[in-house]
């Protein structure tokens, strides 16, 4: 197994991307491909924006794992 595919174990997205990443991202502990990173940030943008979790035909564009990451992230006091 080459060191990509050992990286990429480190991400729970990383089997669904062809070709596998070179490189990965670190967010609040989670280690995740770039293509999720960039993912992540935009949709805490998103969720800073409106104020609460996006309506349903935003989230509908983000993966439920990086609706999660983020919601665990979220000071929701």
Same mark, same amino acid.
């Given at each position: 197994?080459?060191?990509? !595919?050992?990286?990429?174990?480190?991400?729970?997205?990383?089997?669904?991307?062809?070709?596998?990443?070179?490189?990965?991202?670190?967010?609040?502990?989670?280690?995740?491909?770039?293509?999720?990173?960039?993912?992540?940030?935009?949709?805490?943008?998103?969720?800073? #924006?409106?104020?609460?979790?996006?309506?349903?035909?935003?989230?509908?564009?983000?993966?439920?794992?990086?609706? !999660?990451?983020?919601? !665990? #992230?979220?000071?929701?006091?």
């Amino acid at each position: 197994m080459s060191e990509y !595919q050992e990286k990429a174990k480190e991400c729970k997205c990383c089997s669904k991307h062809v070709p596998l990443p070179t490189v990965l991202r670190e967010y609040n502990g989670t280690v995740v491909c770039p293509t999720t990173f960039s993912n992540i940030v935009e949709y805490k943008r998103l969720w800073e #924006s409106f104020g609460s979790r996006p309506m349903g035909s935003i989230r509908k564009h983000f993966s439920e794992y990086v609706q !999660q990451i983020v919601e !665990q #992230s979220i000071d929701k006091n």
